[in-house]
């Protein structure tokens, strides 16, 4: 049978994921990528615009260097930090990335040896102009020994797809703690592939906010490859409307004791949609694994809905490995006592939702980028709650 | 300050009567005692009074400082003054005791149109009225009731009330599940809060708490009704002669 092409693949000239594929049942992009977003498309953009969005981002005051992509591009004028050549090597089928290879213009290269104290940033902004795609391919190498704090914010307006591949390696003794915040436009589509590799007594903490775009499709994957490490990825979703998040983490145990948690705290309201898929792998041999996850849904309408795909993989007899997924509304006799003591229902859910996602945002460990999400999450809150006490 | 009228109240999703014409009358400055045998219908009269979901009143009144409390939502009722102490306080994880607190005291405030509290004077009110019921800061850093042991939770009951300052304090069973020492504080807490301008529904199911929370009024609760009513020694001959008169009287 010969499928007809979309008219989002002629203008690729490559085939999108679709419904048929394990992976991508709950997001066929064949019907998500709506129209043609034609690849490699040169905007300049207004400053006003880009300072608008500069100053939109949560982290405006929290930062330290930032390195500023407008547009698929490096903006030197905006950025602290100097940017170098990419060279990724990942090594992966997988569409998100076959798209990338195909269309990033640009990206961010990084490369980290001792400690740095003060987050970074890497700020990828697009701004308001004809449907497009932006593609952009980074690589973060945190040194052996070096430690740091990287922010990744994801801002823009209008229309546009976005496509955004990352490779991170965390060398010997190394750490990175990673916070991203996909904000992207309402109608915007945003697709990512992070790929991480731990080295030998690493520690990577990764914490991701899904707020923004109308699709969003976020991998993951996490590759052991030296003993003694230990990875957290969590995550929340904020989402409302018919916006529409798909979460794949892939964590890899390749070696012995390895240490992964994956926490994801998903508030859903209106018809949003969000889907979890977790696989934990252990290898042959990876003994003394100890590797749990767990999603957690708020549902706050009863046309929201949530889908928690959790896989195990396990070729090791000495391993604790654990997986666990709920999904839900609001607990009444929390909202019952609360309101007893004069809180008004509206403020009531407030504070029962912001305490449900406070449990990820709790596993960051920077004060100044915690408070930014806090202060986020009360504001998507205070428009979110509106005539629904 | 509060006239309950033949009240009936079944359970909203079954045919189950709990409160079977059930009348009380409490005046400002009172103290009234409400014991009776498990499952007569004194939690369900808290919760009827603090607008819990799950219950229908079918008949009767309940009219507060003049206005019908049954037409109003439980934040209302608390906003007008309405306090109930739990009988078994819940624990809200990932909800900060203080900003709970603050949240409460501040939505009850404006919502009467009073000044909201500043920060420090709000935190200088709970410090002040927690060290009375031996509430240290360790405690008030928890989220609301985590880990709290049973005498520590009806403990910060007691302090949320003493920071609220309602004008009807109805406590379900605060002492069950306290030893004679936190008992003691306990008691002395809501003793502290007795004025001629509040009033108090002590609900129990021993005479104990009696001896330190002295009331005005005992009512015997059976088979959701006040089948007997009288003074502070009612409450003795209860603990002599325990509920089976009653129980056979209501039948
Ligand atoms: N929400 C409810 N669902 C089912 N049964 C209930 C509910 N509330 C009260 N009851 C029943 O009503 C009766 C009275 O309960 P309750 O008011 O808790 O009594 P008490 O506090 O005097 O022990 C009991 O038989 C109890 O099982
Ligand atoms: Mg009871």
Not at chain 1, 172 to 182: F, H, Q, S, T
Not at chain 1, 286 to 309: C, I, M, P, V, Y
């Amino acid at each position: 049978m010969v499928v007809q092409k979309t008219a989002a693949e002629m203008n690729y000239g490559l085939s999108l994921p679709h419904r048929k594929m394990e992976d991508w049942r709950w997001t066929d992009l064949r019907q998500l990528v709506d129209k043609p977003y034609p690849p490699r498309q040169t905007v300049v953009a207004a400053a006003k615009d880009v300072e608008r969005l500069l100053r939109s981002s949560p982290f405006a005051k929290v930062g330290g260097a930032r390195m500023v992509f407008v547009n698929g591009r490096y903006a030197a004028e905006l950025s602290q930090l100097k940017n170098d050549t990419v060279t990724s090597t990942i090594n992966v089928d997988e569409p998100v990335i076959t798209m990338n290879a195909a269309f990033a213009t640009d990206g961010a290269c990084l490369k980290i040896s001792g400690t740095v104290d003060t987050p970074i940033e890497l700020l990828f902004i697009t701004t308001n102009a004809a449907a497009r795609t932006i593609a952009t391919r980074n690589v973060v190498e945190i040194e052996q020994g070096a430690a740091a704090t990287l922010i990744e914010t994801h801002l823009g307006e209008g229309s546009y797809l976005s496509n955004s591949v990352t490779q991170i390696r965390v060398g010997e003794g190394a750490r990175l703690d990673r916070i991203k915040v996909e904000l992207e436009a309402a109608d915007a589509i945003h697709l990512s592939h992070v790929h991480t590799t731990l080295g030998k007594n690493s520690v990577f903490n990764d914490f991701t906010l899904t707020s923004g775009a109308k699709t969003n499709r976020q991998n993951g994957t996490v590759e052991f490859k030296g003993q003694g490490s230990e990875a957290k990825v969590s995550g929340a979703f904020m989402l409302g409307g018919r916006q529409h998040a798909d979460t794949r983490l892939v964590i890899d145990h390749q070696v012995p004791h390895c240490t992964s948690r994956e926490l994801f705290k998903c508030v859903m309201d209106d018809n949003a949609r969000g889907i979890f898929q977790g696989k934990v792998i252990v290898q042959r041999g990876a003994q003394k694994t100890d590797g749990k996850q767990s999603s957690h849904a708020l549902l706050l309408s009863e046309t929201a809905e949530f889908d928690a795909k959790p896989e195990l993989e396990i070729f090791a007899d000495d391993v604790v490995c654990g997986h666990g997924a709920t999904s839900g509304d609001l607990n009444h006799d929390h909202l019952f006592y609360l309101m007893s003591r004069g809180i008004p229902p509206a403020e009531a859910k407030s504070l029962l939702i912001a305490a449900f996602v406070g449990e990820a945002f709790d596993l960051i460990a920077h004060e100044g980028i915690k408070e930014a999400l806090v202060k986020f999450s009360n504001k998507w809150l205070s428009q979110h709650r509106s005539g629904r006490a | 300050m509060l006239e309950i009228k033949n009240l009936h109240v079944k359970l909203a999703d079954e045919d189950r009567v709990i409160l079977n014409g059930l009348t009380l009358s409490v005046k400002a400055g009172e103290v009234h005692a409400i014991m009776g045998p498990n499952g007569s219908g004194k939690s369900t009269l808290s919760y009827v009074l603090s607008g819990r979901e799950g219950y229908e009143v079918t008949e009767g009144s309940v009219i507060y400082k003049g206005e019908d409390l049954l037409a109003m939502t439980p934040s209302e009722r608390a906003a007008k003054g309405v306090f109930l102490a739990f009988q078994y306080p819940i624990e809200i994880p990932g909800v900060a005791t203080m900003q709970f607190l603050k949240v409460a005291l501040n939505s009850q405030k404006k919502a009467r149109g009073e000044k909201e509290l500043s920060t420090p004077d709000f935190m200088r009110l709970v410090k002040e009225r927690a060290s009375k019921l031996n509430i240290g800061p360790d405690m008030l850093k928890r989220p609301v009731n985590v880990g709290f042991s049973g005498g520590e939770k009806k403990r910060a009951e007691i302090l949320q009330m003493a920071v609220l300052e309602p004008s009807l304090c109805v406590l379900d069973e605060t002492d069950s599940g306290l030893d004679i020492d936190a008992l003691r504080v306990v008691a002395d807490g809501v003793n502290g809060l007795r004025s001629p301008d509040r009033a108090m529904i002590v609900i129990t199911h021993y005479q104990r708490l009696l001896d330190y929370i002295v009331p005005d009024h005992v009512h015997v609760l059976s088979r959701g009704r006040i089948v007997k009513s009288g003074g502070k020694s009612l409450a003795l001959e209860l603990e002599a002669k325990g509920y089976a008169q009653f129980e056979s009287e209501a039948a």
